[in-house]
């Protein structure tokens, strides 16, 4: 099961470093602001305050450090992409009130439910995040920050960890219902992001 952990570990990697890529590319942050603020506090959460052990542990600061680029990009290009009328002083104090209630609440909920490994938090997080990903597609109505192959990463990362979990913590009910809603979430992703690239008259093959 170790490989498993292994597996999402790369792919959640590699949807880091594609939303990145795709970031730099298209002048826009690939992320929703409230997964950004939740990933990367549980990240860190689980890097330095409570952190994992072994394998997992390096994977977990790798990943804070690629949702730090991330945060990054989010202030540097979305500003630009705000709603007109709202000001700059609303934008940076949404996203730090975010991140601040974000932190919070996996800190306290990992504590309130002595849920060190922090799989609920995560997957919690990752439920809303697929829910997040396909209403920005929907909003932009372009590709911006976008590609298949995120979605594809970010199900086949959420996959692998479901089998290890299902295998550690088998009587967790809730964890088994995230992981079967974040499946069906994410392929309605690659169902929408293909619908809207032949309406865009983009490939959505060669889109990375």
Known sequence: MQWFGIASGVFWSI????????????????MPMAALALNISWEFIFSFIHPHGGFQLVINIAWFVLDTILVVQYLRYEPARRPAGESAAFFYGAFLSILAVSFLTIL????????????????????LMSILFIR????????????LYIGLAKMLGTLCASMMVFAYAPESRLTVFF?????????VYVG??????RRLGVDALLRW
């Open 108 to 127: 306290l909920v990992t504590r309130e439910f002595d849920n060190y490994g922090g799989y609920y938090t995560a997957f919690g997080q990752n439920l």
């Open 136 to 147: 920005l597609l929907l909003d932009r109505k372009d590709l911006a920050g976008q590609s």
């Open 192 to 197: 929408i992001f293909i619908r809207q690239s």
């Open 15 to 30: 949807t880091y470093l594609l939303l990145i890529k795709r970031g730099y590319q298209d002048k826009a942050c690939g």
């Open 179 to 187: 992981a079967w809603a974040i499946l069906c979430f994410d392929l």
